[in-house]
């Protein structure tokens, strides 16, 4: 995007030429900036985007007013310059001015070996990215002498039937317009839109006097940083090449020296300290002055430094973190500008076990990245294979076609879990998420054969039961073995810059926890309290799933009242542990949601089973097993609509809460519970429900003698209670919506049988994303934006907020901002990230120039 | 609901007298009516509601006032008169004025039977109405002589501890008082308002002089009709009860003489000829007069003719039908007001087979009414079992837990069908309508034994398969053996009706046809082409349903266009018949819409079966059955979303609509198919399917050489779609909202499972209305207004319709006449009902007074 600027096309780079990231490129400027802290860049000069446009076209720049720039014996190189250096762009051409002539010449000065291997790394860049030749046909010789580079010189001549071209004009006008057409061709325009590029990205170039490197003297090629990128912390590091024109990369220490003195081996400080002084000296210049910790290119030749180009240093998530905040606390950056350094989504890693970048990756079978982390243990196929397992102290990861909640307790004992079915937002990937457990799911390549106890890969291997795997649930892949891992580890700079921002969020982030772990990851992570707290693993325990079932088959409401009696003192302790936790936090409290026959057995061993137990022929456990058989039980008879059939479940839960409350407030400041009922169409649903729980608080009240307070709101999860919310928010304290179901509802589209064609929908981009995973603004929104409207219209301090699997992304967090939600509430470890994202939009929205101050 | 009128709280009727049905109600203003007409009606004085309102408050009326109206010598008569009759309200007192001393005088001249029966009457209706004794204290005793007087009086005497009044003034005070006290008391409000009575309804009562019909001479009472309620044919009815002062009952013929000459007994033309003349006079009078058929309560004493009053002849629907056309035929009414008499409702019982209102009703379970109509037939309980009885030529009568499309073939086989599952939008329900079979699900009382082949009733009765059994699908019960029958029949009076109108209807009525059958029923009833037309069926018959598991399996998209080539010669002969019976008219054709996995067999003897018929290993057949499951198949791979992934299938329907459009066209007009794309929910859905159509039509005019045209809409069934509609609209000629879809995603409430809780949700008023049954205007209604409005947006032209199940109803029609809609669609069956509604709400518009110009 080309600013309207009247900047010249070409300009030689000086401190006060005018130059421009949106017209000359980055490389360009970040020159410029080099050159304006005195560093000894050697000469440069940028073409605008506009010039290299034209340029493709077939409009030459001028090219004796570029040469006029450099001295005549120079070599020159020309380096791509665009935007963003993560768009890709053509190679480097070094070396141009080389030809017959000057190679005679150099030989005298630098010798035939040196003055070879520049000529040859010119024609070999030239042939490639200019003559686009095969790359294969124009090694370096082993022995770079006049023989080998005159058979090079015959290769070029007989594939292009023409000489190797000897003028600089010729040569520079090629290489330039080779690279600005390179830039508009189709596989380039192809690869940088995929990495974000927008359609009429330009490229910049820089022509730059070549420091040569070798020769006579200290000559080399050198990389140097001031941190360390895994760590951020401060330590010298880079390599430094003697007599190479091409910088050592980081991870090829062959033949090259280290910067700082070091026990490994000879350094760059020992046989050039003068160098290496100036260059620490460059490095704190430029954290000063640039504002960030950079990675320098030089040179050395004949001992003399030469700067070619400074980027930001190459950074773990982790490193980034500590480099922000280190720049703040050094006062060379703002606080502000430290919470906007920082990627959102790189915490996420951070708060869990990766696999080792460095680790060999076996790829067994690819699925869904469905939640983060990475975890190693022996295969098992059964949620009771898991728990056995796990009581024997052995690791386990958890393969299944698909989890139910019979499944949870399994998930629990698991490290990891995988599944071949569902998405993003199936139950495996849910409750995976909130119980920070890695998951894949999805890998529907796998198959298991349960007889056999094993699973084959799409590749026909085998792994049996008990083998040990790997589940990177970041990457979305399962391993084969046991890959090095990468701790997780929160330090103290973490929490600093979430601090940070926490003082620029404007709008509240709080944690859906269901269990007292959760609770306490929710606090650990400093979540303003609990947004929603599913009740129904509550009763999925050993104990209390054979009271429910007792329940489930008690003709009459006494009978089921007597049941739900001995669930209470249950019910009442995880409250109580709950709010005491959480204590001074709100803790918000869904009544129970999921269809009863999520509690009986499916399959006909536990229909014997439960018959057994309850004492009842099997004919009538069956019947009963298949009365409450749902088509679709995502739209039956659950939530609210069991609320007021079975109403006795709610006032048991209802009495559970309220004594919780009045336990927990002894010992600390009282709670304020919030009651919140799911899947309401309806405002008479809301009356009714809340007459029986005020019957229920009075009757508490009354036997204990004592007062308290507690709010009632509704989950906000069908589209109809969006459109009624001016109803429905007369007789709710809060509105909750439930982007989850709302976004299956409003789109007519089950997220566990989604899987199957989401891919193909998002590939053809019949949907821009996958609304599971990324709010969907223009419909779920606007129902979200009526439902707040509404809701407002007949209590205008209504809370609002959402709490649905999207309640951690920026694009749901930047939309509850903009509608003045008072906060959302996601999985407990994804709350850094949210608050950090929050912050973030904040920042943007009231210092709208902060981003452009962080150096690229 | 009380006007502000003028009106004297206490008036003489006479034909001058302002008199008002919402101030004295109809009984005063019907007899102020035949007054007018100068029938022979005794001295009336009316009691205005405000009166009676005043006299239940303590303030009574001056009665000697109303006294002086009448001769002293006369009895007197109260009886109520509300706005409605139906409302209720206190029972009328007889003979007011009797007492000791007019009994001794009236022994002398009626005789002392007759004059002891007049006082005992008056003894009876005061002792209950008024006093609130017990009736059965207070017989008629077998000879009603002094000595039987005496002791009823002492009874009366001993229970009030006081002595029967004598005093015309407090009788009359006391009878007032006691008839405007029961109006007002709790059980009679909450009566009348059950049966639509607004809260301050009000009480009129009327005091007249008693006509004895019993003394010396011609006496008696009688009622006459000059039309037969049940056909509406014009023929006199009635009975005639000599010495009676209580008309006989229509259906009490002990001791009673009929009205015209009759060969089967004595008749008042024999008996009273001038009287019977006067009374043909009066029913002709009225008739035009009135513009009503009237039934007229007389009179005779001495052979004086009295008219007591006169009310709308009760009819059947039939009748209704017949005697509106017959009065404006006549030119006593216009056809405006004929349309507006007869209730749609009733239309419905004229087309369908009904059990006679006269026949033993042996019920056996009650359900939920899903499909109108009665049939007998040998109980079977599978669909294989239907066919093979049909086959044999042997009604039956289908019970399922409940239909699938497994079921379909049985269901045509079948005369009527139960469930024990499902609501009024269930499948069988649905199928059942289109297929006018009579239907009742949600039977749950019923249990199925299909081992020992036999159905338990909830008292314990078993049912084998075999005997005989009756469905009775307008009253939801499902009835021992075959109880007698009333054929359907419709009639010219029918037809004349619904041609006039059509005459004020200004919104199009289409029907839902799927089959041949369906598209002449719907051109029978005049349907204005086919509004829906579900393709899906044409895929479960055998030798398709082979055809379709065989795509299902094929690996490649070659494979499958390879089978579907086979079913485009059988699918393009389906859409030939279709468009030749309704040539002219538009055809809507929804494409392939359900999940695959309906196709394929569920139990382990289907899938074997199906193995073998693939060649293929069981277990890949039951790995693919797996695969293809879905949790809410509702929400998951159908519609538009298998138009994407499994793009064959479409190609393969348009190509069949286009080629039979070819083959249509050339016998007459040219066809214009709508082709309609289910289950959107973003625009690029529409797009996409539009491309491939599109090039499909390109394709086929390529191949013939001919053109045609056709238009291509949405069906709108998710609340995303309503939201999106005008992106939509841009590639839609049409927008048809399938409501019932729209209903179950609005809510989060499927229909299938809705039933379990539906009844209690309704009656607790959770919900006011079954939402599947009448269209919630408030949520799923504001959906359909958003879609409408946005769609018109971007194509302000656009077509607008609803086809779901809901299209044929009155709420509906309304709500779609005032969106401005071009039509509505519904079962071919419910059509003639959906004229009547239309054409009614246009004339209530157009004609806010016509309403009121029906005599009540």
């Known amino acids: 995007m080309q600013k309207v600027v009247t900047l010249k096309e070409v300009t030689r780079i000086t401190a006060t030429a005018p130059m421009d990231v949106s017209v000359h490129g980055g490389r360009a400027k ?23 446009h034209k340029l493709a076209a077939g409009d030459l720049p001028d090219i004796r007013s570029i040469l006029s720039h450099f001295d005549e014996a120079a070599l020159l190189s020309v380096r791509p310059s665009s935007a963003d250096p993560d768009w890709g762009g053509p190679g480097a051409v070094l070396n141009l001015g080389m030809n017959d002539t000057r190679h005679a010449a150099l030989c005298d000065t630098l010798g035939e070996g040196a003055a070879t291997r520049l000529y040859l790394k010119f024609i070999q860049d030239y042939a490639v990215e200019v003559a686009r030749l095969d790359p294969d046909a124009f090694p370096m010789p082993a022995v770079p002498d006049r023989a080998a580079l005159n058979a090079v010189l015959e290769i070029y001549e007989t594939e292009m039937e023409d000489a190797f071209p000897q003028e600089l004009e010729v040569q520079l006008t090629e290489v330039l317009r080779s690279m600005a057409r390179a830039w508009e061709g189709t596989s380039a325009r192809l690869l940088r839109s995929a990495r974000g590029a927008p359609a009429d990205a330009g490229l910049g170039l820089v022509v730059q006097e070549m420091a040569l490197g070798v020769g006579p003297g200290e000559c080399g090629t050198g990389v140097v940083q001031f941190v360390d990128g895994d760590t951020g912390k401060r330590q010298v590091t880079g390599r430094y090449r003697r007599q190479h024109q091409v910088g050592a990369d980081r991870s090829d220490d062959e033949g090259a020296l280290f910067l700082a003195r070091d026990k490994r081996g000879p350094s760059l400080q020992d046989c050039a300290p003068d160098a290496f002084a100036a260059l620490l000296d460059y490095g704190d210049l430029s954290r000063r002055k640039l504002r960030a910790e950079m990675e320098i290119k030089f040179v050395l030749t004949d001992g003399r430094l030469s700067i070619l180009d400074a980027v930001r240093v190459p950074r773990s998530s982790r490193g980034a973190v500590r480099i922000a905040v280190d720049l703040a606390r050094d006062g060379i950056i703002s606080h502000e500008e430290a919470v906007m350094r920082v990627e959102p989504q790189a915490l996420s890693e951070l708060l869990h076990r990766q696999v080792s970048p460095k680790a060999n990756r076996d790829v067994l079978v690819r699925g869904i990245a469905a939640s983060p982390g990475a975890a190693s243990g022996r295969l098992v196929l059964s949620a009771a294979e898991a728990q056995a397992s796990a009581a024997r102290g052995e690791p386990c990861i958890l393969v299944r076609r698909e989890t139910t909640p019979e499944d949870i307790r399994g998930m629990h004992a698991a490290e990891a879990v995988v599944t071949l079915r569902g998405g993003v937002t199936s139950h495996a990937a849910v409750i995976g998420r909130g119980l920070g457990l890695p998951c894949v799911v999805g890998a529907s390549d796998l198959l298991i054969d349960t007889r056999a106890r094993r699973i084959t890969t799409p590749d026909g291997r085998t792994i049996a039961e008990g083998e040990v795997i790997t589940v990177d649930g970041g990457a979305g892949e399962v391993l084969a073995g046991k890959p090095a891992m990468l701790e997780a580890r929160l330090d103290d700079a973490f929490r600093t810059l979430l601090d ?44 209390r799933v054979d009271l429910m079932r007792e329940m489930i088959f008690s003709q009459t409401p006494e009978g089921r009242a007597a049941v739900l009696e001995r669930l209470l003192p249950l019910q009442r302790a995880d409250f109580t542990e ?142 109809r209670a969006c459109l ?42 019949v949907y821009a994303e996958d609304p599971f995973h990324t709010l969907d603004i223009e419909g779920v929104g606007e129902l979200l934006s009526i439902g707040a409207a509404r809701g407002r219209r007949s209590r205008p301090g209504v809370t609002l907020s959402i709490c649905g699997e999207h309640g951690g992304s920026r694009a749901a967090i930047a939309f509850c901002r903009a509608q003045g939600f008072d906060y959302v509430s996601c999985s407990p470890f994804r709350v850094p990230v949210a608050r950090l994202s929050a912050a973030q939009l904040a920042l943007e929205e009231t210092r709208p120039n902060l981003r452009k101050l962080a150096f690229r």
């Open 500 to 543: 940070w921002a926490d003082d620029f969020r404007d709008i509240g982030i709080r944690a859906n926890a269901d269990t007292p772990a959760d609770a306490k990851t929710a606090r650990n992570f400093a979540a303003q309290g609990i947004g929603l707290c599913r009740t129904e693993h509550m009763f999925f325990e050993t104990d």
């Open 578 to 719: 709950l709010f005491q936790i959480m204590q001074g936090q709100p803790v918000c409290i869904r009544l129970f949601d999921p269809p009863l026959h999520e509690f009986l057995p499916s399959d006909r061993a536990g229909m014997r089973d439960l018959a057994e137990v309850l004492d009842l022929p099997l004919s009538d456990v069956t019947a009963q097993v298949e009365t409450l058989q749902e088509y679709n039980p995502m739209l039956g008879m659950r939530g609210v609509r069991l609320g007021i059939t079975v109403p006795e479940i709610y006032d048991m839960q209802a009495r559970a809460i309220f004594e919780a409350t009045l336990k927990a407030s002894k010992k600390g400041e009282p709670v304020v519970p919030e009651i919140m009922i799911p899947l309401v169409s309806a405002m008479r649903e809301v009356e009714l429900v809340q007459a029986r729980i005020d019957a229920v608080a009075a009757a508490v009240r009354n036997e204990t003698g004592r007062d308290f307070t507690y709010r009632l709101g509704v989950m906000v999860e069908t589209p």
């Open 30 to 52: 970040c020159l410029q900036r080099l050159v304006r802290l005195d560093m000894p860049v050697p000469t440069t000069v940028a073409l605008s985007f506009s010039a290299v």
């Open 724 to 765: 009624r919310a001016e109803d429905i928010a007369r007789h709710a304290d809060f509105l909750s919506f439930g982007t989850n179901d709302l976004t299956q509802m409003a789109y007519g589209l089950s997220r566990d049988d989604a899987g199957r064609f989401m891919s193909t929908y998002v590939q053809q981009k």
